[in-house]
């Protein structure tokens, strides 16, 4: 999943970026309004955690512009102002959520985690086949058995969860998965998903991640491979 970070103070920035990073997503950055709008437009984020003071272009700007937009991305407002209007005032522009500074980033985790989930439709615990992956505790099990992933393979069969069932496309993974400075080369794809299903394999279970031909990948229990 893919997150966008708009916070001009840096140790703030750099603490949520860090955390995020770790927590298996894919991070981009920016430390005014201006260059936050623009990323925001041009990439498919699943949450915005924006903050409401900036530089160049406050946060609620950014907020109305992105929803008058079309943006459906989840928007958690970060902001220093307790005050019930100036929450009100972020809710009425578009927000999904807010969270008063100073916070926890457990609380700020778990409210990205909420928006995540909401926007895809999807519980915290996702079953496919004997396959389980429980999105709050970022684990992964095939048939009780739990399997150890890298945050890059988790993420990757975290998105391909959440799409299960449909044909996913090396570009839709790549937006989704990856950060706008990732340093992955093209092929980084291929060999993750080469990765997983090493993991994922079992002994007289069927595969999982089937291959589509002209289309990408997908996640499902009872596909044939094309």
């Known amino acids: 999943m893919r997150v966008l970070i708009v916070e001009d103070y840096a140790p703030v920035r750099a603490a949520v970026v860090q955390g995020l990073s770790e927590a298996a997503f894919a991070v981009d950055a920016a430390d005014n309004g201006e260059d936050g709008l623009?990323?925001?437009?041009?990439?498919?984020?699943?949450?915005?955690?924006?903050?409401?003071?900036?530089?160049?272009?406050?946060?609620?700007?950014?907020?109305?512009?992105?929803?008058?937009?079309?943006?459906?991305?989840?928007?958690?407002?970060?902001?220093?102002?307790?005050?019930?209007a100036d929450r009100v005032a972020g809710l009425d522009a578009g927000a999904d959520d807010y969270l008063v500074k100073?916070?926890?980033?457990?609380?700020?985790?778990?409210?990205?985690?909420?928006?995540?989930?909401?926007?895809?439709r999807q519980p915290a615990v996702i079953q496919v086949g004997d396959l389980r992956i429980d999105?709050?505790?970022?684990?992964?099990?095939?048939?009780?058995?739990?399997?150890?992933?890298t945050r890059r393979e988790y993420a990757l069969l975290h998105y391909?969860?959440?799409?299960?069932?449909?044909?996913?496309?090396?570009?839709?993974?790549?937006?989704?998965?990856?950060?706008?400075?990732?340093?992955?080369?093209s092929n980084v794809v291929d060999v993750y998903?080469?990765?997983?299903?090493?993991?994922?394999?079992?002994?007289?279970?069927?595969?999982?991640?089937?291959?589509?031909?002209?289309f990408g990948y997908s996640l499902a229990s009872d596909e044939v491979e094309a």
């Not at 903050?51 to 407002?77: H, I, N, Q, T, W």
């Not at 998903?193 to 291959?211: C, N, Q, S, V, W």
């Open 38 to 84: 623009w990323l925001a437009e041009g990439n498919p984020y699943d949450v915005i955690v924006l903050d409401l003071m900036l530089p160049k272009l406050d946060g609620l700007s950014v907020l109305r512009r992105l929803r008058g937009g079309g943006c459906e991305a989840g928007v958690l407002l970060l902001t220093a102002r307790d005050a019930v």
């Open 102 to 120: 100073p916070f926890a980033f457990e609380e700020l985790l778990a409210r990205v985690k909420v928006l995540t989930r909401r926007r895809y």
């Open 135 to 149: 999105s709050a505790a970022q684990t992964v099990s095939r048939g009780g058995k739990r399997i150890e992933l």
């Open 160 to 185: 391909l969860a959440v799409r299960r069932g449909e044909s996913v496309s090396r570009t839709e993974i790549w937006e989704n998965v990856y950060a706008f400075d990732s340093d992955a080369h």
């Open 193 to 214: 998903i080469r990765y997983l299903r090493k993991k994922l394999e079992r002994p007289g279970a069927p595969p999982l991640i089937h291959t589509r031909r002209g």
